[in-house]
């Protein structure tokens, strides 16, 4: 499985920004996608997952903020990130669970900042 990220960038706080993740190859098996980030000087942390069947979970700090979703029929999955503070900036990276093997994309730098 290939994963291809997009939609990084630089972003003013209060802004908001989409990510988007495409796979490509043996995407049947795909159960699990979501993104996970990591801040300068920090481990990388889980940012929202979503299942084939559409359950999500998000880590506290971006309840209310972010919302991941998911195209089965185009093997995409997005977050949609609202209200950016500067600490939401990192490099952003898609992940892929296929049979229980992990899977990541390049990963894509979102900066926020005035």
């Known amino acids: 499985v290939q994963l291809q990220a997009s939609g990084g960038g630089l972003v003013q706080p209060g802004g908001a920004v989409k990510l988007s993740c495409a796979a490509s190859g043996s995407t049947f098996s795909i159960s699990i996608m979501g993104w996970y980030r990591q801040a300068p000087g920090k481990q990388r942390e889980l940012v929202a997952l979503i299942s084939n069947l559409g359950s999500t979970n998000y880590v506290d700090s971006v309840k209310g903020r972010f919302t991941i979703s998911r195209d089965n029929a185009k093997n995409t999955v997005y977050l949609q990130m609202n209200s950016l503070k500067p600490e939401d900036t990192a490099v952003y990276y898609c992940?892929?669970?296929?049979?229980?093997?992990?899977?990541w994309g390049q990963g894509t730098l979102v900066t926020v900042s005035s």
């Open positions: 992940y892929a669970l296929v049979l229980a093997v992990s899977y």
